[in-house]
């Protein structure tokens, strides 16, 4: 990777994240012909812009999310300084209707939404749905977690941590987020269900430990390929390259690539033999794991996945994937906030800011290029939506809350004074500056302890 293309993803991402949330604001708001003061990126001082119109197009100071300032509206002005006081009355953002008020704040959220829905819906159109396992074992691995839950060859999981008829990627999903922790498993076997526990096996992977259930789901023929040779380490020192597809290792006939990776760590410090292919010819390397940077984990620096077939794929079976996707991730997501609050898992492995964000963008686009940016762009869009929906005033959701409040008072003669609000106001501005600090100070924390996680839930704030 250029030293480049890491800042430019993290640009790319993030700005792109945060403009297409303003401009559901900014667009809804000229529909409704409301007057739009500032479209800003970012927080603070304005660095340089231009004005259109009525309306200031601009950069701001503080990179950590962005603004649209409405004419009338001075609800948030802490954060987006005071606005005109010559804004024709018909133009104004606070005279306006309830109704439209709330489909203005909700826009916001819902164009990252959309993001996040149109951008799995576009590939699975141009290129297809990929075919993922059914939920039967292949291989169990001695003395691994399967092997003592009784798992055996053959077994078909129909249920799974309380989830019926899972399908392998929730079965993985639930796994890596539940290391040590007992799962309820119930499996078929000879045309009889059998009720299983499985318990994760705890493994340190990217600095955080997540679970792993030590067998390989029937994966068919699939070939397997090196998605990524790193540079300078065992694997690359040897000659393995980035495509080389992998037929054995150590004399075992690959299944999987979770086949490989388990192989070597089980394998560390000895000499690891595979035999791979490379444009038609079958060649032999030996190698042996070693401690690699930034984690000091013994590998050989290779990534391992299965080449999966793409079915063709409609309109409507293309848009099924994409909810079923992005409805995927918010579970995960609300299981690891739960776990979280719950004191199962540690908030500094799970929530992170900016650094985090640049992280796993340059992660994401290092291994998988084009597709790696556009799918952080889709994760971090759904993530910001959504967050953006919670009742914390400052956020959209907290506007919407206290638009809904303001309209149940109405029906009893009732209404929010300016310093209520304005009190109110201020408290969400604490808490949001808090939240700032602790991802900011928790994202250099794990930088300094070289603990980089995997996408985390995001956190940062658009308004």
Same mark, same amino acid.
């Given at each position: 990777?250029?030293?480049?293309?890491?800042?430019?993803?993290?640009?790319?991402?993030?700005?792109?994240?945060?403009?297409?949330?303003?401009?559901?604001?900014?667009?809804?708001?000229?529909?409704?012909?409301?007057?739009?003061?500032?479209?800003?990126?970012?927080?603070?001082?304005?660095?340089?812009?231009?004005?259109?119109?009525?309306?200031?197009?601009?950069?701001?100071?503080?990179?950590?999310?962005?603004?649209?300032?409405?004419?009338?509206?001075?609800?948030?002005?802490?954060?987006?300084?005071?606005?005109?006081?010559?804004?024709?009355?018909?133009?104004?953002?606070?005279?306006?209707?309830?109704?439209?008020?709330?489909?203005?704040?909700?826009?916001?959220?819902?164009?990252?939404?959309?993001?996040?829905?149109?951008?799995?819906?576009?590939?699975?159109?141009?290129?297809?749905?990929?075919?993922?396992?059914?939920?039967?074992?292949?291989?169990?691995?001695?003395?691994?977690?399967?092997?003592?839950?009784?798992?055996?060859?053959?077994?078909?999981?129909?249920?799974?941590?309380?989830?019926?008829?899972?399908?392998?990627?929730?079965?993985?999903?639930?796994?890596?987020?539940?290391?040590?922790?007992?799962?309820?498993?119930?499996?078929?076997?000879?045309?009889?269900?059998?009720?299983?526990?499985?318990?994760?096996?705890?493994?340190?992977?990217?600095?955080?430990?997540?679970?792993?259930?030590?067998?390989?789901?029937?994966?068919?023929?699939?070939?397997? !390929? #090196? +998605?990524?040779?790193?540079?300078?380490?065992?694997?690359?020192?040897? /000659?393995? &390259? *980035?495509?080389?597809?992998? @037929? %054995?290792?150590?004399?075992?006939?690959?299944?999987?690539?979770?086949?490989?990776?388990?192989?070597?760590?089980?394998?560390?410090?000895?000499?690891?033999?595979?035999?791979?292919?490379?444009?038609?010819?079958?060649?032999?390397?030996?190698?042996?794991?070693?401690?690699?940077?930034?984690?000091?984990?013994?590998?050989?620096?290779?990534?391992?996945?299965?080449?999966?077939?793409?079915?063709?794929?409609?309109?409507?079976?293309?848009?099924?994937?994409?909810?079923?996707?992005?409805?995927? !991730? #918010? +579970?995960?997501?609300?299981?690891?906030?739960?776990?979280?609050?719950? /004191?199962? &898992? *540690?908030?500094?492995?799970? @929530? %992170?800011?900016?650094?985090?964000?640049?992280?796993?963008?340059?992660?994401?686009?290092?291994?998988?290029?084009?597709?790696?940016?556009?799918?952080?762009?889709?994760?971090?869009?759904?993530?910001?939506?959504?967050?953006?929906?919670?009742?914390?005033?400052?956020?959209?959701?907290?506007?919407?809350?206290?638009?809904?409040?303001?309209?149940?008072?109405?029906?009893?003669?009732?209404?929010?004074?300016?310093?209520?609000?304005?009190?109110?106001?201020?408290?969400?501005?604490?808490?949001? !500056? #808090?939240?700032?600090?602790?991802?900011?100070?928790?994202?250099?924390?794990?930088?300094?302890?070289?603990?980089?996680?995997?996408?985390?839930?995001?956190?940062?704030?658009?308004?």
């Amino acid at each position: 990777m250029s030293y480049l293309q890491a800042p430019l993803a993290f640009i790319f991402i993030l700005g792109a994240a945060v403009v297409l949330h303003e401009f559901g604001h900014f667009i809804v708001a000229k529909l409704f012909k409301i007057r739009v003061e500032t479209f800003s990126f970012g927080f603070g001082p304005r660095l340089f812009g231009r004005k259109y119109g009525h309306t200031d197009y601009r950069v701001s100071a503080i990179p950590l999310g962005g603004y649209v300032k409405l004419g009338g509206d001075e609800s948030n002005a802490p954060l987006e300084g005071a606005g005109a006081t010559d804004i024709p009355q018909e133009e104004m953002f606070n005279l306006r209707p309830r109704w439209q008020r709330i489909l203005v704040a909700l826009a916001g959220p819902v164009m990252n939404i959309l993001t996040a829905l149109a951008i799995p819906m576009a590939a699975a159109l141009m290129y297809g749905i990929p075919a993922t396992p059914a939920p039967v074992v292949s291989t169990v691995f001695r003395g691994g977690a399967a092997d003592a839950a009784g798992l055996k060859p053959g077994d078909r999981i129909v249920a799974f941590n309380g989830t019926e008829h899972p399908k392998w990627d929730i079965i993985r999903g639930d796994a890596l987020l539940s290391p040590g922790q007992p799962l309820p498993v119930v499996i078929e076997r000879d045309g009889q269900r059998i009720p299983l526990t499985i318990t994760p096996t705890a493994q340190v992977e990217d600095g955080e430990t997540a679970g792993f259930l030590d067998f390989v789901p029937d994966y068919g023929d699939l070939p397997v !390929i #090196l +998605r990524e040779v790193e540079p300078n380490t065992p694997a690359a020192e040897v /000659g393995l &390259r *980035s495509g080389d597809r992998v @037929l %054995s290792i150590g004399g075992e006939s690959i299944r999987s690539a979770e086949h490989v990776t388990q192989y070597v760590r089980d394998h560390k410090s000895e000499p690891i033999t595979l035999t791979v292919e490379r444009n038609g010819q079958r060649l032999e390397y030996t190698a042996r794991t070693r401690s690699l940077p930034p984690d000091g984990r013994e590998r050989l620096g290779i990534k391992p996945d299965e080449e999966v077939p793409l079915q063709a794929a409609g309109l409507m079976s293309s848009l099924s994937y994409a909810v079923d996707s992005n409805i995927e !991730i #918010l +579970r995960l997501t609300a299981k690891a906030i739960g776990q979280v609050f719950a /004191g199962q &898992r *540690s908030a500094r492995n799970t @929530l %992170s800011g900016p650094i985090g964000i640049y992280n796993a963008a340059s992660n994401s686009v290092e291994r998988l290029g084009w597709a790696g940016l556009f799918a952080m762009l889709g994760f971090l869009s759904l993530n910001l939506g959504i967050f953006n929906l919670l009742p914390i005033p400052v956020l959209d959701g907290g506007a919407i809350f206290l638009l809904l409040i303001e309209g149940a008072l109405a029906t009893i003669g009732l209404k929010l004074s300016m310093g209520v609000r304005e009190r109110i106001q201020q408290v969400g501005f604490v808490v949001v !500056i #808090l939240l700032m600090v602790f991802v900011i100070t928790n994202d250099v924390v794990k930088q300094f302890s070289r603990t980089t996680s995997s996408p985390p839930a995001a956190t940062e704030p658009a308004k």
